[in-house]
């Protein structure tokens, strides 16, 4: 099955932090590939900006690189490659400086889409904001891409907000949290709202849990220093897995536009309740076999940084009532694999006697590897051995389901940028989503800050701690297997 791309605006696209890291790995391997697609139109311009003196030539230089490094299979188009860094330009700015803004307001055009990505850290937002005002390049049509760590706790964050706002109305901010940027996560709203089959059972009579896993392979790479001051609560769960849980639990919106899917979002953060401390595990990654422990990685023999958290939290609506919905997420696991698993009840009474197993149905959504989703149902086990029941899944993996070949496969970046142009604000958090998840993890990290919890050590390569496990075991329930 071939997809439909169609065609945006023709836009100029301001990458501050143009020669970052972000930037190079995703942002630029992901406009080329929507080049190639035909998504982007001719005359669209893509204009990188940082501190570094070079020329554009230097700039299309670097992103050539770039391309080659992490455009994948694509990159092998050198036509394609040569068109797509023509329509490339560079600015040496300082966001703190004045030099290299007139250049800038003489590349950027006003009579087509203007977006500006702030691939910069934090601090510099306001800087940027404020001068693309005073130089009169940022119009009140023109977007704005920010990127997360979005405040480190309520103070921050409300703070952030009030500095963009200063100078751009809520619905020019694109917060961007890649993680909904994912086909799978797409398809979850697709699946829950265009089918009858699944919205009538998605509710405590019928599901019996709910467990949403990220489990990275990767430790803390060289953002050791940022990690420890972090950690995988601030790093993953206020914004990645609480997103995924909103929108496995939230209501259904009134249609698929911005405000209604993020006012329902808003909805299950506020309904979430304060979790008790022993339904939180924390835990620190040791040295495995093939690598040192998170206390090495990150240079602090006393961290007290969680590189692992696993909670059960509670969602106060007629919904989901009494349904634990089971979070969990680390650095240096068995494998790297995300997914939501609803695990729907026992039946009631079973007819099958022979079978003295317990069946159950699960629908589990597969953000990564190999996006997809697969519904585990029981049948009769094949041959003449009387009536055996067996569970099988009915496996849907997008690019073979779907016949998707790597060009169609789009990047979470790539994709949402397209909506950034597009004016579509569905899948970018709202300032008031983003205060609202703080102000539900502030007093649970404060909490844990306040009496000193040492989180507990887990083996590199492992599912996380025992802790963890007890977690569920505690209730009755086990955690999935987490498999790459
Ligand atoms: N990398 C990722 O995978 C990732 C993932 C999620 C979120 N983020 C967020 O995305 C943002 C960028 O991350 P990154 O990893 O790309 O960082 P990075 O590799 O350190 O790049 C930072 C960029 O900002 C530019 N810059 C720094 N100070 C500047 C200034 N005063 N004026 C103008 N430009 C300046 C740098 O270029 P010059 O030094 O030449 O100025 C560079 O292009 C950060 O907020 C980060 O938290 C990154």
Same mark, same amino acid.
């Not at 601090?123 to 119009?139: M, P, Q, V």
């Not at 040791?286 to 040192?292: P, Y």
């Not at 149905?361 to 519904?375: F, T």
């Not at 569905?426 to 404060?446: C, K, Q, S």
């Given at each position: 099955?071939v997809?439909? +791309? #169609? $065609?945006?605006?023709? /836009?100029?696209?301001?990458i ?17 590939r929507? /080049?190639?697609? !035909? ?30 490094? /992490?455009? *994948? ?21 300082? @966001? ?25 850290? $934090? ?20 977007? #704005? ?5 979005? &405040? ?28 909904? *940027?994912?086909?799978t ?49 601030r790093? %993953? ?14 209501? $259904? ?15 299950? #953060?506020?309904a ?15 040295? !495995? ?18 590189s ?11 919904? =989901?009532a ?48 190999n ?26 993996? /997008? ?9 169609? +496969? ?7 940028? %397209?909506?950034?142009?597009? &004016? ?13 998840? =703080? ?7 404060? @909490?844990?800050?306040a009496?000193?919890? +040492? ?23 086990? =955690? ?5």
């Amino acid at each position: 099955m071939v997809s439909r +791309v #169609i $065609p945006v605006d023709t /836009f100029d696209l301001v990458i501050f932090g143009g020669t970052g890291d972000l930037a190079r790995r995703k942002i630029l391997p992901g406009l080329f590939r929507r /080049f190639l697609s !035909g998504q982007m139109p001719e005359g669209s311009r893509i204009i990188g900006a940082a501190r570094s003196e070079m020329d554009s030539d230097g700039y299309r230089e670097m992103i050539a690189d770039a391309v080659a490094e /992490f455009g *994948g299979e694509e990159s092998k188009d050198k036509k394609g490659l040569q068109a797509f860094l023509a329509c490339l330009d560079y600015v040496a700015i300082d @966001a703190k400086g004045e030099g290299g803004w007139a250049e800038l307001a003489a590349l950027v055009r006003h009579d087509v889409v203007q977006a500006f990505y702030f691939s910069v850290a $934090p601090s510099l937002f306001g800087d940027l904001a404020e001068r693309l005002h005073s130089n009169k390049i940022a119009t009140s049509d023109s977007r #704005i891409v920010v990127e997360k760590p979005f &405040g480190r706790d309520l103070e921050s964050a409300r703070a952030l907000n009030a500095t963009l706002a200063a100078h751009f109305d809520e619905s020019q901010i694109y917060r961007i949290d890649h993680y909904l *940027g994912k086909e799978t996560v797409q398809n979850l709203m697709a699946v829950r709202f265009g089918n009858v089959l699944f919205e009538p059972l998605w509710n405590n009579h019928y599901v019996d849990h709910i467990q949403i896993t990220v489990a990275e392979t990767v430790g803390v790479g060289g953002r050791g220093a940022y990690y420890d001051k972090s950690g995988a609560m601030r790093d %993953m769960v206020q914004n990645h897995l609480m997103q995924l849980l909103c929108l496995i639990a939230m209501e $259904p919106p009134s249609q698929f536009g911005a405000d209604s899917v993020r006012d329902e979002k808003l909805k299950v #953060i506020r309904a979430l309740q304060p979790i008790d401390h022993h339904h939180i595990v924390r835990g620190q990654y040791d040295a !495995g076999r093939d690598g040192q422990g998170y206390r090495a990685d990150v240079e602090n023999p006393r961290s007290f940084t969680e590189s692992f958290i696993a909670m059960r939290c509670h969602i106060a609506n007629w919904r =989901w009532a009494g349904v634990p919905f089971y979070l969990r997420t680390g650095k240096r696991m068995k494998a790297r694999s995300s997914e939501i698993a609803v695990v729907f009840k026992d039946l009631g009474h079973s007819i099958f006697e022979e079978d003295e197993a317990r069946h159950r149905n699960i629908l589990s959504i597969r953000l990564q590897p190999n996006e997809g989703m697969d519904l585990q149902v029981t049948i009769k086990e094949p041959g003449p051995g009387g009536m055996r029941l067996i569970d099988v899944p009915l496996d849907m993996t /997008f690019a073979e389901a779907l016949g998707a070949d790597d060009h169609e +496969v789009t990047d979470a970046y790539e994709r949402l940028i %397209m909506d950034v142009i597009r &004016g579509n604000q569905t899948l970018f958090m709202r300032g008031d989503e983003v205060e609202a998840a =703080w102000a539900w993890t502030d007093p649970l990290i404060n @909490a844990w800050e306040a009496r000193n919890d +040492v989180p507990k050590l887990y083996d590199a390569g492992s599912a996380g701690p025992e802790d963890a496990m007890m977690l569920l075991h505690r209730d009755g329930r086990r =955690w999935r297997e987490i498999k790459g």
